[in-house]
């Protein structure tokens, strides 16, 4: 289909096919949404939400792997809800993803008809105070605790599932205690955890959560997944990052 692109925007085809609308000032795909679609379990018949959805990438390729049969993309910020809203109808996934303008903090099951079987999330990693500024609003928006912290996306997933639902998410190694509060607060049980680093001299940069509302204790740690073989430029992936790429799914 034709793409009308406005100033300062891009088209760019990722991982599964998919074709990303991005601004050049914006938030662009990376890594971490990248792991996270992988991270999380196929449902064929479930009802999913991405919570701060962005440029709606997360739910394009779960979409993309039909992971689930229904995703709603929820965005606060109108101009990211309106870029999703075009990134979906351009990868032709209107069927089986919706684009929600909302406040997680204000949600509810009935947003979405009913609760949902599965949440994710890819939000803010960085307090509102911290930081430097970044010069572009909704990009400062996206990366900061402003419109919501780690605790206001744990109880809106609360508040959507359904008893037994999962939640899954990414987030910084360095600020695991708020996590777990943030969990535990919300009455999520986390059930499986990921570390992943750079390379092997490297420390973790990011973890990946799979939580469930309501379960009990019992918590599988998985071997931490190292993307690259050296710190060194230009090293290549690890056979297990490969294989990650391959199947868009972490084992």
Known sequence: MDI???EGERVDEINDRVRLIQRENGLTFGTDAYLLSCFCRPAK?????DLGCGTGVISLLLAARERYAKIYAVEAQESFAALS????ELNGFSHTVSVLNRDVRELKAADFEGELDVIFTNPPYMRAESGFACAYEEKQIAR??????????TAAAARVLRYGGTLYLVYRPDRLETL???LRMAKFAPKRMLFVQDAPEKAPSMVL????LGGKEGLALMPTL???ESAQNGAPLTPRAQRVYDTGYIE
Do not use: P, T
Not at 85 to 88: F, I, K, L, P, Y
């Open 144 to 153: 900061h605790e402003i419109l919501g912290d780690l605790g206001d996306f």
């Open 226 to 228: 190292v993307l690259r």
């Open 85 to 88: 809203a075009r990134n979906v």
């Open 209 to 212: 959560c799979e939580a469930r």
């Open 4 to 6: 009308l692109l406005q």
């Open 45 to 49: 018949g479930a009802r999913a939400a």
């Open 180 to 182: 777990f509060s943030a």
